[in-house]
């Protein structure tokens, strides 16, 4: 008898809520706002079946949400501004926190008031879009800021948000407090650029990456700063957004020991952005980073697309740069730590294999573990390892680069996932098991 009220009673609130829920997803809001935290998603679609209740198709539907993941402050040399950096990234984290894939996700960069002597980087775009974007999963928007080399553009600003919206959705936008404001940034030794890196491999600086339309890379920035790091730190390198699509990035710092981040920008001390506020500009907590600050060891690790510009070459220049005690500071071996982007046309898509073995750590053969490899355009290939471990991809079309992964239901691998950048027939791709 009390399980059948309790019934009666609880689809009669579950209808309820998904009718909120339903008038939430459609206004493009998330759903937190008006039912609390963990009615949505899967979760939420679990709550209503343990009740009884169907669920409406029309309730599953993508939601946005928008996150700024760089730094407010940009600037010029302290002292010349014919030198170092005026050329920044700007952007934001767009999420699909709902249950179905949003499609046609477009995000853009609008300036909120003027100032002749910040702009969009001539060449750039100030509008991203992506096809699809899965429940769960999110994709980074990055514009290109370029400040006019002019004493005048010292302590000047220009205020600025980025919206995105979706097919069927509601435009959403990062905080309209939001300005850019040009420092006046201290070259210093104290902070430098140590190596870069493309697929594994170091270039030298000053040296040339090729990289072919449409491939998958990854590019390491490794830099090194003062020994306990900074109340606020961003390093980069430029990429140009007509080019480049940055698909994630990571990042690893020693100070504090084993600190890891997935953007560009360390906001460590809990740095005030809003313009209107009375401690603009300052750290007021609570801290973002144990014991705030970050840095040390430095390394920014991005996952790009080649978009396009076949035949074309680019500086691609890097920075380091930091708010400690009440001063900004960036690396004065700005002009030299950069290497050039030598954009090739698509690779041939003739076919290659890619082989190696799995092996215990004291070198035997595995047996019967799975192999995966991804190609750029999704398609999965399995492989079995043999009797002594051996494994094999036939007829991989070259020209991209691929995912491997490696699975045992008796072995550990780390890492157990590889991406490889496949221009010829690789033959000596071996696993070796962790004890």
Avoid at 6 to 14: E, L
Avoid at 69 to 92: E, H, K, Q, Y
Avoid at 105 to 116: Q, Y
Wanted: hydrophobic share 40%.
């Amino acid at each position: 008898m009390f399980n059948s009220i309790f019934n009666r009673s609880c689809k009669a609130v579950c209808l309820l809520v998904a009718s909120m829920v339903l008038t939430t997803f459609v206004a493009g809001q998330d759903v937190r706002s008006d039912v609390g935290e963990g009615l949505e998603g899967q979760v939420l679609t679990q709550y209503f079946e343990k009740s009884g209740v169907a669920v409406s198709e029309a309730a599953m539907v993508p939601v946005l949400t928008i996150t700024p993941i760089t730094w407010g402050v940009v600037g010029l040399d302290s002292n010349n501004v014919t030198t170092g950096p005026n050329l920044f990234p700007v952007g934001a984290r767009i999420c699909n926190t709902g249950t179905t894939a949003a499609t046609n996700v477009v995000s853009n960069f609008v300036w909120d008031s003027a100032n002749a002597l910040i702009n969009v980087r001539t060449g750039s775009v100030s509008t991203l879009n992506e096809a699809t974007l899965n429940a769960g999963a999110c994709f980074d928007a990055y514009y290109e800021i370029e400040i006019t080399r002019n004493v005048a553009a010292y302590n000047t600003t220009r205020a600025f948000h980025i919206d995105a919206t979706a097919d069927g959705l509601g435009v959403i936008s990062t905080p309209s407090s939001r300005e850019l404001y040009v420092e006046k940034l201290v070259s210093q030794n104290r902070n430098s650029v140590t190596s870069i890196k493309l697929n594994g491999a170091t270039i030298p600086f000053g040296g040339t990456m090729n990289m072919s339309v449409g491939s998958i890379y990854t590019i390491e920035l490794g830099a090194s700063t003062a020994t306990n790091g900074y109340e606020q730190i961003e390093s980069f390198i430029n990429l140009p957004n007509v080019i480049f699509q940055t698909l994630s990035v990571t990042s690893t710092y020693t100070a504090p020991s084993g600190y890891t981040g997935n953007k560009l920008y360390e906001d460590a001390c809990g740095w005030d952005p809003v313009t209107s506020s009375g401690t603009y500009r300052s750290c007021i907590g609570p801290v973002n980073v144990p014991g705030g600050k970050a840095g040390g060891t430095v390394v920014i690790t991005y996952t790009v697309r080649i978009l396009s510009g076949a035949g074309t070459s680019r500086n691609l220049n890097t920075l380091i740069y930091d708010f400690s005690g009440s001063s900004y500071h960036y690396n004065n071996d700005f002009s030299t730590t950069f290497v050039v982007g030598n954009i090739l046309p698509p690779a041939s898509a003739a076919g290659a294999s890619v082989s190696g073995r799995l092996l215990t750590a004291d070198g035997n053969g595995i047996r019967n573990a799975s192999l995966y490899l991804m190609e750029e355009n999704g398609t999965v290939h399995r492989a079995v390892s043999s009797a002594f471990g051996y494994y094999r991809f036939e007829d991989i079309p070259v020209g991209q680069s691929v995912v491997v992964s490696v699975a045992s239901k008796r072995y550990m691998f780390s890492p157990s996932t590889r991406v490889i950048s496949l221009t010829d027939e690789i033959f000596d791709m071996d696993w070796v098991a962790i004890d």
